[in-house]
């Protein structure tokens, strides 16, 4: 059965349509990534989903029932959300901060039970982030940092894990860390994970599925290698650029106007 | 895990801290122009003076002073952390001005009358802060946007407007009454009967009980509202829940004693700066700080130029501004501030 399905769903800001009519599911332990050019709605999917913004129409459930009908804490169970990282005001260390994940089972004098505790240590030590846990959030680099967030999300013990560009500051080889850290989360915890990306060659590599969100209704899901093909990325971006392959993995390079290469590939 | 707040040190904590402002209370309440010796005070009541200026005035004024701190505080620490700005105080959203408001159509519409032991300038003053808060709120829920960017700027807009007014009712009010209003303005504690005590020190204790409740939920709040819905928190309803207590204890607290500035902003930040910024610790540990530096403040007011009185709001001011920016040079060094 589907975890999430999503069907005919629209949504605008004011008079501004974001997303008309979007259907698609996911199935539970899936790997979908979510591409798509600036403002085509991609973080807005990831809110709709995640009940922070409510669809104009159409319908979004996840395990079997509107998102809507969840209360906040319920959905709370459900789905955990990773943000575009930030540095909050105060300085909570690591440690506080993935606690709070456990903020609604927290017993009524508002304190986390030995259980609350076993469940944040799993997370700290699943994302590798035990040996700074007692540093401040702003005390460690962009990459740990965002480890940190995951390992929140995952306190939350949730079946969905919705990330929005989490390795958008990192560099090439945090970037990879956070990719394998959720496919082992994939594939040890059995989460469904859906990750918003601009990186497409890196998200080809790692999901099993890709939802590539164009401008209208242009939406395409299907298996990364079918969704990232040339044709539709240079439609829907705006762009053109080598497509290629190497072993077996795709890629696509885009080329900008000052390439050496851009005159031979227009004619 | 040594770094997060437990339960029982919590207590422990707190059970230090309070032994700690009775002694200050006690020690306060024997200093003075009279010299009065505590032998002759426990001798009983009778026809006692020590007894009636230790109980009746110094005591008396020393737990006024412990109860204005103590909800200044924590409504600093709740202000602070639902706007998640480290400069916000009690009176960032305008309650200062609509009180201030509120205590000079009270000097000069001249009435008389008392409510359940309150002169009209604190009735008003009450009236006028609440009726503030709710304004703010009104108008802050209207401009929409994050809710906190409509609130900060609604509050600055009545905070101006409100200013005006008194700046207008002052120049044409007589001169005493204008001193009068100053004098209110600035801050003052004086001697209560206690009803006023019992009444509103209890109102201020339901107050922070109620706010160390949703403590959890505000230090998840902290960290925005989207992160705090996706965590389970219910955002809005804690949010206004916090806004509505925190605006209520500090309308208490400015009905009883003017506006004494500094204690909400200085207090949690030393408190967050030295304990770490978990709310649940943060929350109580700043109420008896928050206490004990005002009730150590009122002593100073009184005795430094005694016979004569300062206003409690200089003292805070003078007293808390260089403590203030020691404990922040120390500390910003040790654990960075942010975090940066």
Redesign the interface.
Known sequence: MSIIEVGHLSFSYLEVEVLRDLSFEVERGCFLAIAGPNGAGKSTLL?LL???LKPDSGSIKIDGSEVKSY???????E???V?QE????????V???V???R??Y?GP???ESKAD?EIVNDALAATDTVEF??R????ISGGERQRVFIA?ALA?DTSILLLDEPTSFLDLRHQVRIYDLLKKMQIEKDKTIVVVTHDINLAAQYCDEALLLGADTDYYKAAPQDVFSQEKIEKVFGVTGFAGRVGREKFFLPLGKFARDYRNKMS | MPVTVTPKKLLLKIAIGFILLLAVMMLCALVGTQKISLARVFAGSGDNIDYTIFIRVRLARAVLAAIVGAALACSGVVFQGLLRNPLADPYILGISSGAGLGAIVAVISGFSWTLWGRSPIAVFAFAGALGTVWLVWLIGRLAGRSNVTGLLLAGVVVNAFFSAMIMFLTSVAKSDQVFSTIFWLMGNMTEEDFLVLWLSGGCVIVGIITLFYISPQLNVISFGEGDARSMGVNTSAVQTVAFAVAAAITAVAVSLSGLVGFVGLVVPHGVRLVFGPDHRQLLPLSAIVGAIFLVAADTLARIVVAPAQLPVGVVTAIVGGPFFLVLLIKHTRKVGWSGK
């Open positions: 809110n995640s009940g922070v209360s906040t804490e319920a959905l709370a169970r789905v955990a959300v943000r930030f540095v909050p005001v105060f300085g909570f260390s440690i506080e901060m606690l709070m994940a903020t609604p927290y004098i508002g304190f505790r846990a007692r401040r959030l702003g005390q929140r939350q």
